[in-house]
């Protein structure tokens, strides 16, 4: 099992961010920290004999938290489960000086890897993005990290108003010097309910049309293959054996819990799968739990197609794709691949080279996943 940890503050708002994020004047820190153990405490009387495999301490901005909360998680997980001798814990961190400060606290606290948003590395987009750090303070914060933890990553955003791809080209070699094993790469979506969403519609700016933006993902996958770092995922690149393991429970439809404002979990429990949902306002997240134990909404049961569709469409994200096995056991859908998917447009997509059906796996060429969010709904039987 996996456990994510949801920490919902950040010292600004990016304004493209549609996370549960969250600017506040003060926080109480024992309050919270009280908060996420009594959380633990609520799910492990209903969680017997798990063993967690990662923690994915996720926001917002948790490098802002005090790492003795973080301590305090951590510890509370170990006391209530057993914990792999090799878990992995991620902490995503801004690369502002004040968190780099705090990072050898939280590698003490038991952090044993680390996922910095750099977002860009030239200040210009950085600050058209909104972002509250330097690319110098972000080389240095990747700098800090290789030193200090046992891996790192960095999150870099792609295709930004005005970028061409030479200078993208040009940007991810500056990348090169500074990524060891894992890199994750999105290309700039515009979400409804942001800053960016309104200045865009007005006109503002712009970004790169669909077939510009499928050329930037196309030269994305190249140079990164040429550096030795291909996708395992839609956007997300490793040399073999550095995945995120944590990322790798989502994408394989395995179980994990979601604490905190807004987080979600996907569970088996007595045979059945549910899908669980926190409240998402910090304050009524924050009374609930220190009230009654948790501010989970009602387990949510979900049916044989609900959860074929969700391992299908999970699995669909990696570069290896799903196996029929493992999409069927994982769902608990057996003969699900014939009940659900239209066998004619399975056979039309491979024609068209978007999807890879060979050795009874399924599995999205490069094509493909540029036409993910269109082809997986074809694929499926009403
Ligand atoms: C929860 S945020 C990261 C945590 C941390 N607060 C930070 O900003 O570095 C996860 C990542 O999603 C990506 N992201 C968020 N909104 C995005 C958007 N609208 N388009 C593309 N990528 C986005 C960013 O790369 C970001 O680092
Ligand atoms: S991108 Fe990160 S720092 Fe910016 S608002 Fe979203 S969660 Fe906070």
């Not at 926001?59 to 003795?68: N, Y």
């Not at 590698?107 to 590395?121: D, E, F, H, T, W």
């Not at 712009?206 to 291909?230: C, H, K, R, W």
Request: aromatic content about 10%.
């Amino acid at each position: 099992m996996g456990v994510y940890i949801h920490w919902p503050f950040c010292l600004s708002k990016c304004p493209y961010c549609d996370f549960n994020s969250h600017v506040r004047a003060s926080i109480d820190q024992d309050d919270w920290q009280a908060a996420y153990v009594r959380a633990i405490e609520e799910y492990a009387a209903k969680l017997p004999g798990r063993i967690v495999q990662s923690i994915f301490f996720g926001g917002g901005t948790p490098s802002l938290m005090p790492p003795q909360t973080a301590e305090a998680i951590i510890y509370a997980i170990q006391k209530n489960w057993r914990v792999s001798n090799d878990v992995e814990i991620t902490l995503e961190a801004n690369p502002t000086s004040v968190e780099i400060e705090k990072f050898k606290d939280f590698r003490s606290a038991g952090v044993n890897r680390v996922s910095l948003g750099v977002q860009a590395l030239n200040d210009k987009d950085l600050k058209f993005l909104g972002r509250e750090h330097s690319a110098v303070e972000a080389t240095r914060a990747i700098d800090t990290a290789r030193t200090v933890f046992d891996r790192y990553s960095f999150d870099l955003i792609y295709a930004r108003p005005e970028q061409d791809l030479k200078s993208w080209e040009r940007e991810l070699g500056d990348a090169q010097q500074h990524f060891d094993g894992h890199l994750s790469l999105y290309q700039l979506t515009i979400e409804r309910n942001t800053p960016f969403y309104m200045s865009h519609a007005q006109g503002e700016f712009s970004i790169p049309d669909q077939d510009l933006g499928a050329d930037f993902y196309n030269l994305t996958q190249d140079v990164m293959e040429g550096f030795g770092l291909p996708a395992y995922e839609v956007s997300n690149h490793a040399k073999p054996g550095a995945e995120s393991q944590h990322n790798m429970t989502y994408w394989r439809y395995g179980d994990y819990i979601g604490v905190g404002p807004g987080a979600h979990g996907r569970l088996r429990m007595n045979g059945q799968k549910y899908a669980t949902r926190e409240h998402q306002s910090p304050e009524i997240w924050l009374k609930n739990t220190l009230d009654c134990g948790g501010a989970a909404h009602p387990f949510e049961a979900l049916d044989e197609r609900s959860r074929f569709v969700e391992a299908l469409m999970m699995g669909l994200r990696l570069r290896g794709g799903v196996s029929v096995e493992d999409l069927e056991r994982s769902s608990g859908a057996a003969g699900g691949v014939d009940r659900y998917l239209h066998q004619d447009k399975l056979k039309e997509a491979r024609t068209q080279g978007w999807i890879e059906a060979k050795q009874d796996r399924l599995s999205l060429s490069r094509e493909g996943w540029l036409r993910m969010n269109a082809l997986i709904p074809y694929l499926l039987k009403d």
